[in-house]
Structure formats: C-alpha cells, structure tokens
Nanobody, 124 residues
Framework: QVQLVESGGGLVQAGGSLRLSCLASRRAVSSLTMGWFRQAPGKEREFVAAITWTGYTTYYTDSVKALFTISRDNAKKTVYEQMNRLRPEDTAVYYC?????????????????WGQGTQVTVSS
C-alpha cells in the first residue's frame, strides 16, 4: 500500500502559477506510473497529466498542454505538477494517483492509490 499526500494548492489570480507536490509514503512509488486528476464543483473527476516511473514519458489532457508540467523525483518520493498561466476554469480539487505498469491511462479506475486532494482556486 502506498499513501499519497498532496500539497501546494491555494488561491491564485488568473495568469499566476502554482506547483503541486505529491509525497509518497514508500519508496515503492518509484516503480509506479503517477497521475494528476482534478474535480471541479458539480463536475466529474478528470484526468490532467501522467508520468511513467522513469520520468521519460509524460502525457497531458489537451486543455493543459504547454501550461502544466508533470515531473518526479524518485529519490524524494515526490511527484510535481507545475501549473502556469492558470485560468478560472482550472479551479478544482487536485488529486495525485498511482498505478502499476508503465502504461499511461486516463481513467481514474486504473489507479489504485489516491491522495486526499488539494484545493486550487483561480480568481478572475
């Protein structure tokens, strides 16, 4: 079992930046494909980005391409999401999640490990 804890959320003005972090409880996270998801009020959870365990392969949903960057530091058991040029529509609770196998999937059901989430609010 791997516990995940997100941090770095907050309130930011449109056009600003935030960096989310996801700290894992075990070094085993270094073998997991890690993803970021988000859920806005009244909406379903959606995939944002993912990264394979080596860090060599990343994948983003179209709406955040060139705006968000996912990365990882396996020595620190941490996954990051740098979010630039934030927009009000990026307001959501952001969750990090982990899955076995080095195949990136957009479906949350493929990820057995989840954090509690961190709130990101972008004001206009």
């Amino acid at each position: 079992q791997v516990q995940l804890v997100e941090s770095g959320g907050g309130l930011v003005q449109a056009g600003g930046s935030l960096r989310l972090s996801c700290l894992a409880s075990r070094r085993a996270v270094s073998s997991l494909t890690m993803g970021w998801f988000r859920q806005a009020p009244g909406k379903e959870r959606e995939f944002v980005a993912a990264i394979t365990w080596t860090g060599y392969t990343t994948y983003y949903t179209d709406s955040v391409k060139a705006l968000f960057t996912i990365s990882r530091d396996n020595a620190k058991k941490t996954v990051y999401e740098q979010m630039n040029r934030l927009r009000p529509e990026d307001t959501a609770v952001y969750y990090c999640a982990g899955k076995h196998l080095a195949i990136i999937r957009e479906s949350g059901s493929e990820y057995p490990f989840w954090g509690q989430g961190t709130q990101v609010t972008v004001s206009s």
